[in-house]
C-alpha cells in the first residue's frame, strides 16, 4: 500500500517553461513534506520541505504547495534549466509519530534545450 | 568528513554469497538509515539505528539481511545468502536527530549486483 504516490513516472518540459511535479499521499497523521532530487549514480539531495502548517514554500525557482484538504503537494520550479533534468522524489514524516521518511517512486523530469 | 560515505560503490555477488555494505554518517550526525530502491522504483526504508541500536526494523526482510551500528566504526547492512531478488542500489543516509525537520543526507549508494 503506497502512502506516497508520484503518478507521472516522466515529464518533458522546454527550458524556461514551468515544471509542475505532483505528489499524492494517503496518510493524514503526515506533517511534513520534502522533495529529493536524484541525478543518476548519486544519492537523493534534499531541495525543499513545506511544513503541514503552511501551503506554500519558496526557494529561489523552486515551490512547493501543500493542499492538507486534498492530500495533495505539487512543486513548481520555473524557470527550468536543463540542469533541472533529474529524478524527483516527494517523501512525507509524521513528526509526532516513530515513522520513517516514506518516498514516493518518482518523477523523471527532462528538461529540453 | 565530506558527507556520507558509502562502500562500496559496486558489488558484484553470485547467488549464495554474502554481501557487506557500509556506511559512515556525516560527523555530527548519530541516525543512520539504510533504503533500498529497486529498479523502476522509489526509495523503501528498510531500518534505521542509533549507535549501538537497532530502533525501527519494520522495513527490513525476516531473513537474510541484517543492520548494524556499533560504537566504533561504520554502519553495516549485511545480506547472507544473496538472491537476485536483492539485486538494487542501497542508499544510506544520516541525520543529527529524528525528526522530519532534520533532512536526511544520503550516500551515493552502493549498487549490489547478483549473478
Known amino acids: 500500500d503506497q502512502q506516497v504516490k508520484q503518478n507521472s513516472p516522466s515529464l518533458s518540459v522546454q527550458e524556461g517553461r514551468i515544471s509542475i511535479l505532483n505528489c499524492d499521499y494517503t496518510?493524514?497523521?503526515?506533517?511534513?513534506f520534502l522533495w529529493y532530487k536524484k541525478y543518476p549514480a548519486e544519492g537523493p539531495t534534499f531541495l525543499i520541505s513545506?511544513?503541514?502548517?503552511?501551503d506554500k514554500n519558496e526557494d529561489g525557482r523552486f515551490t512547493v504547495f501543500l493542499n492538507k484538504s486534498a492530500k495533495h503537494l505539487s512543486l513548481h520550479i520555473v524557470p527550468s534549466q536543463p540542469g533541472d533534468s533529474a529524478v524527483y522524489f516527494c517523501?512525507?514524516?509524521?513528526?509526532?509519530?516513530?515513522?520513517?521518511?516514506?518516498f514516493g517512486k518518482g518523477t523523471r523530469l527532462s528538461v529540453i534545450a | 568528513n565530506a558527507g556520507v560515505m558509502q562502500n562500496p560503490r559496486h558489488l558484484v555477488r553470485r547467488r549464495g554469497q554474502e554481501a557487506r555494505l557500509r556506511c559512515s554518517p556525516m560527523k555530527g550526525h548519530s541516525h543512520v538509515y539504510w533504503y533500498r530502491q529497486l529498479p523502476e522504483e522509489g526509495l523503501k526504508f528498510m531500518v534505521y539505528?542509533?549507535?549501538?541500536?537497532?530502533?525501527?526494523e519494520s522495513g527490513m526482510p525476516k531473513e537474510r539481511f541484517s543492520a548494524e551500528f556499533p560504537k566504533e566504526g561504520p554502519s553495516i547492512l549485511r545480506i547472507q545468502q544473496v538472491v537476485r531478488g536483492d539485486s538494487a542500489a542501497y542508499f544510506c543516509?544520516?541525520?543529527?536527530?529524528?525528526?522530519?525537520?532534520?533532512?536526511?543526507?544520503f550516500g551515493a549508494g552502493s549498487r549490489l549486483t547478483v549473478l
Open positions: 543516509a544520516s541525520s543529527p536527530q529524528h525528526s522530519g525537520a532534520n533532512v536526511l543526507t
Open positions: 539505528l542509533q549507535k549501538e541500536n537497532i530502533i525501527d
Open positions: 496518510n493524514s497523521m503526515f506533517d511534513y
Open positions: 513545506i511544513s503541514s502548517i503552511k
Open positions: 517523501a512525507a514524516i509524521s513528526n509526532s509519530g516513530n515513522t520513517p521518511l516514506v
